[in-house]
């Protein structure tokens, strides 16, 4: 069914995205282990907004300046940067339970008790 799926795309965007469906199809073992967790799951995996922001505002703290005196200096000002940036991190995900769930079943021998 999947490949049936990617010949209709192949047919309807082939001529205009022809290096999609092509990368698609070489790496289709990968995509199909993506594709075998539920949608929460898959959705946890993609979602990057979380990481974008942070990395959004570590940079913030390091645009104003052009110059650190040491490297050492830097990995303090982001370290005092990420302490202050975590304290507001007080949301939860409303299905946390689902996929706590669902990594449980798919990961067992990795999950704590």
Known sequence: AALDALDTFAEHWGKKYPKISQSWRDNRANLSTYFKFPQALRWLIYTT????????????????KFVFPTDDSLFKMLYLAM????KKWTGRRQDWSIIHAQLAIYFEDRMPN
Do not use: P, Y
């Not at 302490?83 to 975590?86: K, S």
């Open 49 to 64: 907004n979380t990481i974008e922001g942070f990395n959004r505002q570590l940079r913030k703290v390091t645009k104003s």
């Open 83 to 86: 302490i202050d940036i975590t």
